[in-house]
T-cell receptor, first 113, second 114 residues
Framework: NAGVTQTPKFRVLKTGQSMTLLCAQD?????MYWYRQDPGMGLRLIHY???????AKGEVPDGYNVSRLKKQNFLLGLESAAPSQTSVYFC????????????FGPGTRLTVL | GENVEQHPSTLSVQEGDSAVIKCTYS??????FPWYKQELGKRPQLIID?????GEKKDQRIAVTLNKTAKHFSLHITETQPEDSAVYFC?????????????FGKGTHLIIQP
């Protein structure tokens, strides 16, 4: 099993450009999450999904959109990138019932110039 | 929403000594408290977790304690080794770690001095 994978691993954008980050999991998990990690800030929840076709806002959702068209995939979109969105983005997934351990992907390092 | 405070931000201990990292949370409905270890450039990985119906949990050199009344929980690492050097994050959730995601502390950089 590959677990949780993310593409791309690195990306540099110019202000105003758009892009989509892809998260895929092969563990048949119902729940999926997108977090961002900034120096000294820990991880903060952007959006999450409790199942195919459903999404919800987390702590820092502004400037991002998400879609969960297939159970195994969770997409994070930036419509008009801003320098404040420079960060490392982690996707995670978990089962709907205990023990609810969240498994993280390897991360995507995004720089917005 | 939930707020998780973590202390200290940096902790330096001699190899073989114990390390303790403390976290407090604000939402009394929180019921799941995991700890993650993150090595430089790597993904966070779960090392231990505890639920609100348990006061303490141990796994070899690692233990976590929970005080629901005071709303704080702690990570204890005994007989520290060089490979314990990493950033440690505590987190809390009021949905058993499931639907609503996790609220993380800001992390503790643990340095093991040889």
């Amino acid at each position: 099993n590959a677990g949780v994978t993310q593409t791309p691993k690195f990306r540099v954008l110019k202000t105003g450009q758009s892009m989509t980050l892809l998260c895929a999991q092969d563990m048949n998990h119902e729940y999926m999450y997108w977090y961002r990690q900034d120096p000294g800030m820990g991880l903060r929840l952007i959006h999450y999904s409790v199942g195919e076709g459903t999404t919800a806002k987390g702590e820092v959702p502004d400037g991002y959109n998400v879609s969960r068209l297939k159970k195994q995939n969770f997409l994070l979109g930036l419509e008009s990138a801003a320098p404040s969105q420079t960060s490392v983005y982690f996707c995670a997934s978990s089962y709907w019932q205990g023990p609810n351990e969240q498994f993280f992907g390897p991360g995507t390092r995004l720089t917005v110039l | 929403g939930e707020n998780v405070e973590q202390h200290p931000s940096t902790l330096s201990v001699q190899e073989g000594d114990s390390a303790v990292i403390k976290c407090t949370y604000s939402d009394s409905a929180s019921n799941y408290f995991p700890w993650y270890k993150q090595e430089l450039g790597k993904r966070p990985q779960l090392i231990i977790d505890i639920r609100s119906n348990v006061g303490e949990k141990k796994d070899q050199r690692i233990a976590v304690t929970l005080n629901k009344t005071a709303k704080h929980f702690s990570l204890h690492i005994t007989e520290t080794q060089p490979e314990d050097s990493a950033v440690y994050f505590c987190a809390a959730s009021n949905s058993g770690g499931g639907a609503d995601g996790l609220t993380f502390g800001k992390g503790t950089h643990l340095i093991i001095q040889p």
